[in-house]
DNA sequence: CGCATAGTTCGTTCCTCATCGAAGCATTCT
DNA sequence: AGAATGCTTCGATGAGGAACGAACTATGCG
């Protein structure tokens, strides 16, 4: 019987199947509308919109009104970085997993995080930004190195843009059980490999397609 | 509708208050008796021997039998660090703590915690006996110090007497989130604490509150 | 305006699951 | 052996909450 902030209170939010179906299409990192979410879930309307109030009740996700739309999305990279961890868990403990199909494999590669990039990919590239000393980390802290601006700079990134949010941040892969770069850094990353049409984004779906003139461009830049 | 690892299924075995309670109670790292987590929990023994098969058959959970007793612990510091996350975002999103009342208070100062003391004073109390080499810890270990047969006998207590549970054992402190004095030495002195009515037991809770000459005696044995 | 689309609210139904008492095992103490 | 302790299983009860249809509000379109 003790005190403390509500964990229960959070972790039910996301332990009905419906609202977990749609806090997973939102990792997706792009806001969704009740309808999309309610076919995500497989539920009615008036279903996933009760969800999807407890949700915005609960913190975990925010809702912007467009004209008669209303476009909910997760509420942070926190939330992201929870969703993540859970989904580690669930994945270590899972039910004996049937051979992974190819959309799995895919996935396990690379895939969207909320906002920046996941998946043996995202885990070797921070690896290889720390071993060249562009990015320091101590624990779970990630600092830019003394390379960084000049680095980046390079590949047309400005490290020192958006003051808001943490530069930097680890976040836990599900896959790999190590830490990828998230942050404004990760997200602006991400921005690029899309912009350059290194990958595109498998429909419906977190998986992040690399082509093979895009691996081999991404891993001269980053892997390199 | 998407696949995946079935994270409604762990969240919601985090979602349950009961089950929160047990989880956040071994987030100390040290496993605790069936017993000992249905009173952190505030539950029946039954109700928490269900919630544990419940965790275990998830796999957020190990047991291990020793004699007639079953130690469950965390299953591993992934499970860990998902409870970090989610407590991170229930911290984050829940900042409705209102103002602690007076039995609030007098639970975090000083309250039973299954067999032994818990709260600040206790807190303080292992601080210092770790501090005068009576005891000596390293991580989660107590083991008792060169001096501490003589030291407890002083006061009427005997180090040696059970030797069926461990002497002493940490335990970590929800309020202050640092650890106190469980095991045999722990009941011994909080059975001490009781009989030279030191301190009563408020009725109905798990606080203990100490009359001020109680408070000084205690301090004098244990906080000198 | 009226009609269509997007979403919420309401009321009802239904089912899961948390809870506890009582009884049943298992282990240890005397 | 018998008693005591630690824990689990069983069965009954009850409350919470997930689900949907129908009705209601709001925005956009012709």
Redesign the pocket.
């Known amino acids: 019987m003790r005190e403390g902030p509500d964990i229960a209170r959070i972790a ?1 939010l996301v ?5 977990a179906n749609m806090l997973n299409a939102l990792m997706g990192g792009t806001a969704l ?4 979410l ?1 076919l995500e ?14 949700l ?1 009740e609960g913190g975990l996700l925010t ?1 912007a ?8 999305g997760l509420a942070g990279p926190q939330v992201a970085g929870m969703i993540e961890a859970i989904t580690g868990v669930a994945e270590a403990v899972g039910p004996k997993r049937v051979r992974p199909g190819p959309r799995d494999r895919a996935m396990r590669v690379a895939r969207v995080c909320y906002d920046h990039l996941a998946g043996e990919q995202a885990v070797a590239m921070l690896d290889r930004l720390v071993a060249k000393n562009v990015l320091v980390r101590d624990e779970q802290q990630i600092r830019l190195g003394p390379s960084a601006a000049s680095h980046f700079a390079a590949i047309g990134i400005d490290v020192y843009t958006k003051p808001r949010r943490p530069v930097c941040r680890a976040c836990l892969d599900w896959s790999v059980r190590r830490s990828h770069l998230a942050g404004t850094l990760g997200a602006a990353i991400l921005d690029k490999i899309l912009a350059e049409k290194w990958a595109r984004r498998e429909k419906d779906s977190r998986a992040v397609i690399f082509s093979p003139p895009g691996k081999q461009a991404f891993e001269r830049v980053f892997l390199s």
Chains 1, 2 share one sequence.
Do not use: F, M, N
């Not at 332990?15 to 609202?19: F, I, L, Q, S, V």
């Open positions: 039910s332990g009905d199947p419906a609202r509308t009740a309808s999309e309610a879930a497989g539920v009615s309307l008036p279903t996933a919109s009760s969800h999807l109030s407890k915005i809702v009104s467009q004209g008669r739309h209303r476009y909910y």
